[in-house]
């Protein structure tokens, strides 16, 4: 049974100074709390909640299953002190998990095309399939949904910001009841950013748009707030907790290269990773099938000179020797790149790429002339070329979320409900979906004849056979179920 202590928020020091009179007294600074991630060896000592304690630690959170601790302490020995407990594989400070940030990176913009016209959304429209390039494409126009839609019975958990349940295209698919929220000093699971209420209408939208499975149930599993980064411990409890739960499938739309950089300590994996690694392994072993976004900085997965050089160039950070990106290169997970209308040969001009790469998926793009100006120069301002019509629409939230940032630019809730976005964070849960929807046609399969399947299924797109873009292909849920005798 997985205990659960009360979350403290991670705070920093301030120092400041009192005027009294004509006499200035300083305070001194408090200590620093810092909060660090445990990885046991085996099953936890019974004395563990003693030894943390004994060097300078205080227990956040158990994730009893995997034998990953969080700890909270302000004392700078806890470290050190705590790798000398012989039942520790590896402990280390917790790492910060991003969603991925917004590929044209641009703070304030209104969404137009290239001619200057606005993309409007008609708050009285019954149907927006005709902007729903993506979803035509995975479906056959549609056709998908007369052989499966899914079912209620097959859960696709989403690991993101939380779900609009009141949504009038999500409500029916939502389960309220069953969702979490992981985010210490919040107490429920509704989206106040916008990412997951998109993510989760690509899955299972149904109404004025559809998603992959309009049948499938979605849950959230919050692990973000309106705004910042998600603490690792959060996200493998999100994981296991899913996986408990006995969802078929998770979607994590989840990057940052600044927390995937940091990966390694210095006799092997940090703590982080190895919590990381073993909550998923553990879903996977529990039958869920776990599909994540490749991440939206233009890489080469197998270029690590290249994936040095921007972590150096970006975030000061000189990285030596081997690293991975998580999720996208953990063993085991379906990691997928973004595809876009105009092109089968290209993919999308911010998706990263490499050998990691199962399928790609719809995430879309800013069109054909945004991209070939900014291959011709990636640092060039092409704001004014791009059309969002090459985007993805689905579900936002109608009510004000978020707190400003490129991920929530349509926050004031005038789109009714629906919006624009592009990333491999749209691209990932039309994968989700497609796996919801063959769990639904065949319960019986596991992950790997899940991820099997889709890759089989795939329109084979880019290179003839397997290539670094697209993997086996960009994947389409009507092509397996036409097939599926």
Not at 43 to 63: H, Q, W
Not at 91 to 103: F, I, M, N, S
Not at 133 to 153: C, E, P, V
Not at 369 to 387: C, E, F, T, V
Request: proline residues 4%; aromatic residues 10%.
């Amino acid at each position: 049974m997985r205990k659960k202590l009360a979350f403290l928020s991670i705070c920093s020091a301030l120092s400041f100074s009192l005027l009294v009179g004509t006499q200035t007294t300083k305070v001194k600074a408090a200590p620093e709390q810092v909060h660090y991630v445990l990885a046991y060896k085996g099953n936890l000592p019974s004395n563990f909640s003693d030894t943390i304690s004994k060097a300078g630690g205080t227990v956040e959170r158990i994730i009893e299953e995997i034998g990953i601790v969080e700890v909270a302490s302000t004392d700078s020995a806890f470290l050190t002190n705590i790798k000398n407990d012989t039942n520790i594989t590896t402990a280390g400070k917790e790492l910060e998990a991003y969603l991925e940030k917004d590929p044209d990176d641009s703070l304030n913009f209104t969404p137009g095309t290239p001619d200057g016209g606005k993309v409007t959304l008609d708050a009285n429209a019954t149907s927006y399939w005709d902007k729903q390039w993506d979803m035509q494409r995975l479906t056959h126009d549609g056709d998908s949904y007369k052989l499966n839609a899914g079912n209620h019975d097959t859960v696709v958990a989403v690991i993101d910001t939380g779900i609009d349940f009141g949504h009038p295209d999500l409500k029916a698919n939502a389960d309220l009841a069953g969702s979490k929220t992981f985010v210490p000093g919040t107490t429920n699971a509704w989206d106040q950013n916008g990412h997951g209420t998109h993510v989760a209408g690509s899955i299972a939208a149904n109404g004025v748009v559809k998603g992959v499975g309009p049948n499938l149930t979605v849950r959230a599993y919050r692990v973000f707030g309106a705004t910042g980064g998600a603490q690792q411990s959060w996200i493998t409890d999100a994981i296991v907790s899913a996986a408990n739960d006995g969802v078929e499938v998770i979607n994590m739309s989840i990057g940052g290269w600044r927390w995937m950089a940091h990966n390694l300590d210095e006799k092997g994996d940090s703590a982080s990773m190895v919590a990381y690694h073993r909550a998923i392994q553990y879903a996977i072993k529990k039958g869920v099938t776990v599909v994540v976004s490749a991440g939206n900085d233009s890489k080469d997965f197998n270029n690590l000179h290249d994936m040095q050089a921007y972590w150096k160039a970006t975030y000061g950070l000189d990285i030596k020797g081997p690293s991975r990106v998580v999720p996208a290169q953990i063993p085991g997970v379906i990691t997928v790149s973004s595809s876009n209308e105009w092109s089968t040969n290209s993919i999308a001009f911010y998706s990263n790429y490499g050998s990691a790469i199962d399928v790609a998926a719809p995430g879309g793009d800013n069109g054909p002339l945004y991209d070939s100006l900014y291959r011709q120069n990636p640092a060039g301002n092409y704001l004014n070329k791009r059309d969002f019509t090459y985007r993805t629409l689905s579900t936002y939230p109608s009510y004000p979320v978020g707190g400003g940032n490129a991920t929530t630019q349509f926050s004031d809730g005038k789109w009714h409900g629906y919006s624009y976005l592009h990333g491999t964070s749209m691209a990932a849960p039309k994968v989700a979906g497609i796996a919801g929807v063959i769990k639904a046609a065949h319960p019986e399969y596991s992950p790997s004849q899940v991820a099997a399947a889709i890759r089989q299924s795939a329109a084979d797109y880019g290179k003839s056979g397997s290539d670094a873009l697209y993997g086996s292909g960009e994947a389409n849920i009507y092509n397996f179920l036409s097939n599926d005798k």
